[in-house]
T-cell receptor, first 112, second 113 residues
Framework: DGGITQSPKYLFRKEGQNVTLSCEQN?????MYWYRQDPGQGLRLIYY???????QKGDIAEGYSVSREKKESFPLTVTSAQKNPTAFYLC???????????FGPGTRLTVL | GQNIDQPTEMTATEGAIVQINCTYQ??????LFWYQQHAGEAPTFLSY????GLEEKGRFSSFLSRSKGYSYLLLKELQMKDSASYLC??????????????FGKGTKLSVKP
């Protein structure tokens, strides 16, 4: 079945540690995105990539890094520089037009 | 500037009809999406409008007026499982960032028996 997978579903880390969140898609979509969602807040764009080996900062890229070495994969690293990393992280992919984004199940990161 | 407004919360009764409104201001417009998000889960795609008018899909319909910067999502024959947040999102056509969506904060719908 085609879809987007994210792992793990829940992740706990100690403050000061870097952590990498996985996102894989087999939809053959060119574009991939990372969002962060906090309680009562909308989705905020962290990074996006429209093509392999290229990515762009979103609205809240500070403290995060990404890579796009393969079309299917777009991992997100939450670094120790991110001041408030505890959040629900969502990965999405799209192709277009019309550029509808389809989301993975999300990773809930808690930094202790 | 870019801005999307939708009500924070709404309550409706099982079996009834509810309309969730969304107004937007963007520097460019290439389409509007509605997503459903149940608590603790990822958003799922509901509808897409790029031309003015009503798009119907089963119990859900979405309307767009580009001249007014306005859309609504209409849910008929409400069921308890429709309790969720509904996100309005507009394609950001500015700056060459094709495909990027600007999301509203969502409307939390509670369906009561």
């Amino acid at each position: 079945d085609g879809g987007i997978t994210q792992s793990p579903k829940y992740l706990f880390r100690k403050e000061g540690q870097n952590v990498t969140l996985s996102c894989e898609q087999n939809l053959n979509h060119d574009a991939m995105y990372w969002y962060r969602q906090d309680p009562g807040q909308g989705l905020r764009l962290i990074y996006y990539s429209q093509i392999v080996n290229d990515f762009q900062k979103g609205d809240i890229a500070e403290g995060y890094s990404v890579s796009r070495e393969k079309k299917e994969s777009f991992p997100l690293t939450v670094t120790s520089a991110q001041k408030n990393p505890t959040a629900f992280y969502l990965c999405a992919s799209s192709t277009g037009p019309p550029w509808a984004q389809f989301f993975g199940p999300g990773t809930r990161l808690t930094v202790l | 500037g870019q801005n999307i407004d939708q009500p924070t919360e709404m309550t409706a009764t099982e079996g009834a009809i509810v309309q969730i409104n969304c107004t937007y201001q963007t520097s460019g417009f290439n389409g509007l999406f509605w997503y459903q998000q149940h608590a603790g889960e990822a958003p799922t795609f509901l509808s897409y409008n790029v031309l003015d008018g009503l798009e119907e899909k089963g119990r859900f319909s979405s309307f767009l007026s580009r001249s007014k910067g306005y859309s609504y999502l209409l849910l008929k024959e409400l069921q308890m499982k429709d309790s969720a947040s509904y996100l309005c999102a507009v394609i950001d056509a500015a700056g060459g960032s094709q495909g990027n969506l600007i999301f509203g904060k969502g409307t939390k719908l509670s369906v009561k028996p």
